[in-house]
């Protein structure tokens, strides 16, 4: 057999890629021979992804409420995978950073503009009927949305605004994690009791909660921005990007959400007005209410006190 300069040096390659992991190539070549070509289907797993959606009731619509929020799982996922390529890379540059973020923030765009499927792509009537068979569970208890939020802020910034004077960047995470804005969609502050919803959630996923606050609390991407040279803090891209990123986040996403809930659960007149997980849905996603900022410090003052009033820029 007559192999070109180019096949020679491919293998060539190869034999160094597999020594240098004390491999055999001959055996991982000879494994070549007898494997399958991929395929499509093979290789994004269609059949295992197309099975994966179980109603609970006979109505129509509801395979469209489950796809539709498994997409928005796979679309946080894609958004966890760049957060992890900012905190993880040593000595940023600031063009690697800002484009990070733009793909980030056209996740979120994505995830914006998609709510005309929940908002007008349902029956009223057969979302009231099956949203029963899901309490008490919640958008709330989606953990990847979560960690988003820890990878991409201090943890302070996302304290419940009624107690976060009391808190700072030493208080430990257990005592923050039990302050978070979201614990005051099922916790009563006066007794210390926690709804179902909550203590469910927190069963599942405290643990991996915790070790994401403490990994990212020097490398979330708030940390990564801070421990850029000043120059670079100060390149109007990158900020753009910043501001962009925590405005799409924590209004317009939130906003685009809310509005689709208040379609459904009160202007429908259909319902009962509360939320499957029994939460004050209206004040826990409203984003003046809530009060989170990924990035205060670069906000005015006057922007800060319009927050979710849509008077931002």
């Not at 293998?11 to 399958?36: M, P, R, Y």
């Not at 569970?137 to 991409?152: D, H, K, M, N, T």
């Amino acid at each position: 057999m007559n192999l070109t300069d180019n096949s020679e040096s491919i293998l060539k390659e190869i034999d160094l890629k597999f020594q240098a992991i004390n491999q055999k190539t001959d055996v991982q070549l000879e494994g070549l021979l007898w494997s399958k070509p991929i395929t499509y289907w093979d290789y994004i797993q269609t059949d295992a992804l197309l099975n994966l959606q179980i109603q609970r009731t006979t109505l129509p619509d509801e395979m469209v409420f489950i796809m539709y929020h498994q997409v928005n799982e796979l679309i946080f996922k894609m958004i966890l995978w760049e957060i992890d390529q900012i905190a993880d890379t040593q000595n940023i540059q600031v063009d690697f950073f800002s484009e990070r973020l733009s793909r980030i923030t056209r996740y979120f765009d994505m995830l914006t503009n998609s709510f005309s499927i929940m908002e007008n792509g349902m029956e009223v009537d057969q979302y009231m009927k099956f949203r029963n068979t899901l309490t008490p569970a919640s958008g709330f208890q989606s953990a990847q949305y979560r960690l988003i939020e820890f990878a991409s802020t201090d943890v302070i910034n996302l304290t419940d605004r009624r107690y976060k004077a009391n808190f700072d960047e030493n208080t430990d995470l257990e005592t923050s994690f039990e302050h978070l804005y979201w614990q005051a969609a099922g916790k009563d502050y006066h007794t210390g009791e926690k709804s179902y919803l909550l203590q469910e959630f927190e069963n599942k996923y405290k643990d991996p909660f915790l070790k994401q606050m403490s990994t990212f609390k020097t490398k979330n991407i708030w940390q990564k921005f801070t421990q850029l040279p000043l120059e670079d803090q100060q390149n109007k891209e990158l900020i753009e990007a910043m501001r962009h990123y925590d405005k799409t986040v924590n209004i317009t996403w939130v906003m685009q959400h809310l509005n689709t809930a208040r379609k459904y659960i009160l202007e429908s007149g259909k319902g009962n007005g509360e939320a499957t997980g029994g939460s004050d849905w209206q004040k826990y996603m409203h984003p003046k209410y809530q009060r989170r900022i990924f990035f205060p410090k670069l906000w005015t003052e006057e922007e800060l006190s319009n927050w979710g009033n849509e008077t931002i820029a």
